[in-house]
């Protein structure tokens, strides 16, 4: 598998899927306030894929959850639980978060994925440069 690097909007990258960190569902979305890349998300895609995000139910940490793209140029979007129920990240969430989100794409026959540099805002101060340590 080709890794590339790229600095940008995760939302502008031309791939098959992009990958959303996204809450452990036990909160409904119409009550949040979606930042980051969620919020990007409700506003250029929609509020579709959170709908269908909200019927999968609570979200084990470092799951992932396939969803349409709403209104985005992609085909898809992979929601992972990256974040814990105190809002924080930790080493195993975000690398089981990658490692599901990269086997839900394989698993649908996606090609290219864009995933967000995780952890590194509301869930804490991880980064994925961390993980490489």
Do not use: Y
């Amino acid at each position: 598998m080709e890794i590339t690097l790229v600095e940008g909007d995760v939302l502008d990258q031309p791939v098959d899927v992009i990958v959303n960190a996204w809450n452990r569902n036990v909160i409904p979305w119409w009550l949040l306030l979606p930042q980051g890349v969620s919020g990007v998300i409700k506003r250029r895609g929609g509020t579709a894929p959170f709908r269908e995000l909200r019927r999968h139910g609570p979200i084990p940490p470092g799951s992932a959850v396939l969803t349409s793209a709403g209104r985005l140029p992609c085909r898809a979007i992979i929601h992972v639980a990256g974040i814990n129920l105190l809002w924080r990240a930790s080493e195993r969430s975000i690398r089981d978060s990658v490692r599901n989100a990269v086997r839900r794409a394989q698993d649908h026959g996606f090609r290219s994925l864009a995933l967000p540099l995780f952890g590194a805002a509301m869930g804490g101060s991880l980064g994925l440069g961390e993980l490489a340590t």
